[in-house]
């Protein structure tokens, strides 16, 4: 049998939203015996004096890791099946009750996107100041920054609040599939897993139908001349049939809310670039692609302030 092990990184962290080993520990174990697919786990060790750094070890999955959204490679109807269980198991995770599962005190109840906002803020505030120790340039400040902020704080316009179990970052290349058939097997990277607002996670699977930020291949997803992969309407209705509430009116404001969020995210693999803290070859390319992320998130928020002054959000309730 096969094993891996899962580390914190070395070195000092700019938030303690990021690589919470700990925290995902806890919660693939807690849904062991759920209909989740998640990889069996074996032990934690919080001790910095055995690797430098807290880790746990888990169960290898031997399946199909799909980078490429779009599944090349597959048959038209095996790639719509395959999104199609992706987006069930989605809304499977948000049906679960945290208490059911002994996580009733994993997160707060409600207040998800207030919370968001000022943890997410306030990151990348403090990422705007990091500076590369030779040059002394700095990552600087994300470009519409305050006037973002500005429109996410309206409680106004926000979507109706609902808490639920979510993920953190669930989208196609944190899941396992079986090796032959067209299911997942386990749902990985869970280190920012929390109790949060449903909208977010639904919103962060089916980013590739509308925004390009991660210079992705969308070209597919948005005019359908990939066989097999069907609207996001589609995928919006498979996650309501699964997860028993329907997204589809708030979508304009969670997918600006996703393009801020992932933009700071950006901003932070830009700040471990230029300290020299992480180790991917992809780094670089993603620090430059900060600047522009934020300008498409600008966007997305421009196109959801039209859509508030037309009343097409729903009413919170």
């Given at each position: ?63 199909r890791i799909f980078t490429d959204s779009t599944m090349p490679g597959v048959s038209p109807a095996e790639r719509t099946a395959l999104w199609r269980d992706a987006v069930h198991v989605l809304g499977k995770i948000h049906t679960i009750q945290a208490q059911s599962v002994g996580l009733q005190k994993f997160g707060k109840q409600g ?207």
């Open positions: 049998m096969a094993y891996v092990l899962r580390k914190k990184p070395p070195g000092r962290l700019l938030s303690r939203a990021v690589h919470q080993i700990e925290r995902e520990y806890q919660v693939l174990s807690a849904l062991q015996n759920t209909d989740v697919p998640v990889p069996k786990t074996y032990c934690l060790c919080e001790d910095d004096d055995i690797l430098g750094t807290p880790f746990y070890v888990m169960q290898f999955l031997d399946g207040g998800y996107y207030d919370r968001q906002l000022a943890t997410f803020t306030t990151l990348s505030r403090v990422q705007a100041k990091v500076e590369d120790p030779l040059t002394r340039a700095p990552v600087g400040e994300l470009p519409h920054l305050p006037e973002m902020v500005e429109f996410f704080s309206r409680q106004d316009l926000r979507p109706r609040d609902r808490h639920a179990i979510v993920h953190g970052d669930y989208k196609i290349d944190n899941l396992i599939f079986h090796p032959t058939e067209p299911r997942v097997i386990g749902v990985l990277d869970w280190e920012m897993a929390t109790i949060g607002h449903p909208l977010s996670y639904i919103c962060n699977l089916t980013h590739p139908y509308f925004w390009s930020g991660l210079d992705q291949d969308v070209a597919g997803f948005r005019s359908g001349k990939i066989m097999g992969l069907l609207s996001r309407a589609q995928c919006v209705q498979w996650y309501a049939e699964a997860a028993g509430w329907d997204p589809e009116p708030d979508l304009w404001w969670g997918d600006a809310f996703f393009a801020f969020r992932t933009t700071v995210i950006l901003q932070s693999v830009a700040a471990r670039h230029v300290q020299r803290q992480t180790s991917s070859p992809d780094s670089a390319k993603f620090a430059s692609k900060v600047k522009p992320s934020a300008e498409d998130a600008w966007e997305l928020v421009r196109k959801a302030k039209a859509r508030t002054k037309r009343g097409r959000l729903s009413v919170r309730l």
